[in-house]
């Protein structure tokens, strides 16, 4: 189980934002692809994106809590194992 890491998001979006590498980190796939076609809504989705990762990262991580309350055991960093 990976927890997201607001440092690597913002790397990301600053570094390969304008083709949705910051979404493919956090599981946003469509919005990867999106960004990919339209190279980051001309600049303009990549900008607005700054303010929108801490809300991305928070979504994931609670998306990652369900899963793991629905799978049951849990680990010592809160994570589903396998079993």
Do not use: M
Not at 38 to 54: M, N, Q, R, Y
């Amino acid at each position: 189980c990976r927890r997201p890491s607001l440092i690597v998001s913002y790397v990301l979006w600053l570094l390969f934002g304008l083709s949705g590498a910051h979404h493919l980190y956090l599981g946003r796939n469509r919005a990867a692809l999106r960004a990919c076609i339209t190279v980051g809504g001309c600049g303009l989705e990549w900008a607005c994106d700054a303010f929108s990762i801490p809300r991305f990262a928070a979504e994931l991580r609670r998306a990652q809590e369900g899963r793991a309350r629905v799978k049951g055991a849990r680990g010592a960093d809160g994570c589903a194992r396998d079993r």
